[in-house]
Nanobody
Framework: QARLVESGGGSVQAGGSLRLSCEVSRDTYLRTNCMGWFRQAPGKEREGGAGIFTRRGTKYLADAVKGRFTLSLSEDSMKTTLSLKMNTLKAEDTSMYLC???????????????????????WGQGTQVTVSS
């Protein structure tokens, strides 16, 4: 069964760090080659934060998070985990963070999905990140 399960959100003071994890089921991983994190704050549009084209390992990071967030992918025999390490958090990083996955034609198609928005097939339930200043 295709499934994405996020964890790791919470409340932290500005300047602090959090690591978000997205557990990707085997079925989802086999059906997709493009995955990453979006975030959506109340009253704002959803925005792509970070993504990876798994076939080549090419990545996208939004300008707002470059130099502070790191995206990584790890695998074992049972599951794949997409992690987002967030350092030097700011109040404006407060958002619901959602993991998403899809099949993309190539790296450009995948990474553009985060910078310009595209429809992703698989979504997690989200994990809340709150940063207090």
């Amino acid at each position: 069964q295709a499934r994405l399960v996020e964890s790791g959100g919470g409340s932290v003071q500005a300047g602090g760090s959090l690591r978000l994890s997205c557990e990707v089921s085997r079925d989802t991983y086999l059906r997709t080659n493009c995955m990453g994190w979006f975030r959506q704050a109340p009253g704002k549009e959803r925005e792509g934060g970070a993504g990876i084209f798994t076939r080549r390992g090419t990545k996208y990071l939004a300008d707002a998070v470059k130099g502070r967030f790191t995206l990584s992918l790890s695998e074992d025999s049972m599951k794949t985990t997409l992690s987002l390490k967030m350092n030097t958090l700011k109040a404006e990083d407060t958002s619901m963070y959602l993991c998403a996955a899809d099949w993309a034609g190539d790296s450009d198609d995948c990474l553009a999905g985060f910078s310009r928005g595209r429809s992703f097939t698989y979504w997690g339930q989200g994990t809340q990140v709150t940063v207090s200043s």
